[in-house]
């Protein structure tokens, strides 16, 4: 079977671009199905103007790019409270919006009390920042379902919603029906040799819910995790696409952090383990 591989628009070459037949040119170098829209990085001044929506909605269609996720990520527990509600504004407006593409999920990580930093705080996790998460997310489920559109959630060791557990009680909890897989966020030096037991973990929680794997790959540099090219580091894609095949064939497989030339080979390299 053909993989289902997209990429984050502000992660192509050239990005941010000033206009969108730019950015249609950089996403077509490559042998691509699906894209990761943040129009705040991807786009210069970008400014939420319907029009531009509607040119860039026309243009992806006329290209058959289609986009798997709005990325309207904003930090549900931001210590500043208008920082925090203009987040929720603007994931509305995401929501609002996104049936001009055909796309019905707009995705968001839950955040960190560190602010714009969105690093490790003791506060985030607590059970004080997780009803906030809740009480936020069911917000968001209900105000899409006017539009038909779905809050999509995402953990990271660092946030809110740190383990892939606790993510499974704020599925059950809010009742949301959508989940983006990136194992990597959930890792950090003490754990990162449990990164399979963690794929497995997170298959077993969410399968029929997972729409979105983020790729990464990455090497332990000086005591740290460093990202690189897909298929450079240690992470084992060649299983973790070989289960995706068998239980998961409609997800989309989109490079978050993958740039410049590990673009190019990190495809290449999914393109291999497709077939295998």
């Known amino acids: 079977m053909r993989l289902k591989l ?5 992660d192509l ?3 941010p671009f000033e206009t ?16 990761q829209l943040v129009y705040k990085k991807a786009f210069k001044n970008f400014n939420m103007d319907p029009h531009f929506l509607l040119d860039l909605a026309d243009k992806l269609k006329e290209n058959d790019i289609k986009v798997a996720m709005i990325g309207a990520y904003f930090n549900m527990i931001h210590p500043d409270e208008e920082k925090r509600l203009d987040g929720i504004e603007y ?11 055909d796309c019905k999920l707009i995705g968001s990580e839950t955040g960190s009390a560190n602010g714009d930093k969105w690093t490790y705080n003791e506060y985030n996790h607590t059970e004080e920042a997780y009803k906030i998460v809740e009480e936020t997310v ?7 379902n006017i539009f038909k559109t779905r809050p999509i959630i995402e953990g990271a060791y660092a946030h809110t919603v740190f383990e892939p557990k606790l993510l499974k009680r704020l599925i059950d909890e809010t009742e949301i029906n959508d989940v983006t897989v990136d194992v990597f966020n959930y890792l950090n030096i003490d754990n990162y040799k449990e990164a399979d037991r963690i794929f497995d973990e997170c298959l077993e929680l ?4 997972i729409r979105v794997f983020h790729v990464k790959d990455f090497n332990v540099v000086d005591g740290k995790l460093k990202q690189c090219g897909i298929g450079q580091g240690i ?4 299983y973790y696409v070989s ?3 068998e239980e998961l064939s409609d997800a989309v497989l989109v490079f978050e952090g993958v740039t410049g030339e590990d673009i190019q080979t990190s495809i290449e390299y999914m393109r291999r383990l497709e077939n295998e």
Not at 6 to 10: D, E, N, P
Request: overall charge positive; aromatic content about 18%; proline content about 4%.
């Open 235 to 238: 992470m084992n894609w060649k």
């Open 6 to 10: 997209g990429i984050r628009g502000h």
């Open 13 to 15: 070459p050239g990005a």
């Open 20 to 35: 969108i037949d730019e950015f249609v040119k950089s996403y077509r170098q490559f042998d691509l199905d699906y894209l």
């Open 138 to 144: 069911k917000g968001l489920k209900h105000y899409g």
């Open 91 to 101: 994931f509305k407006w995401c929501m609002e919006t996104a049936p001009v593409y």
């Open 243 to 245: 289960r995706i095949k």
């Open 206 to 209: 969410f399968k029929d819910k």
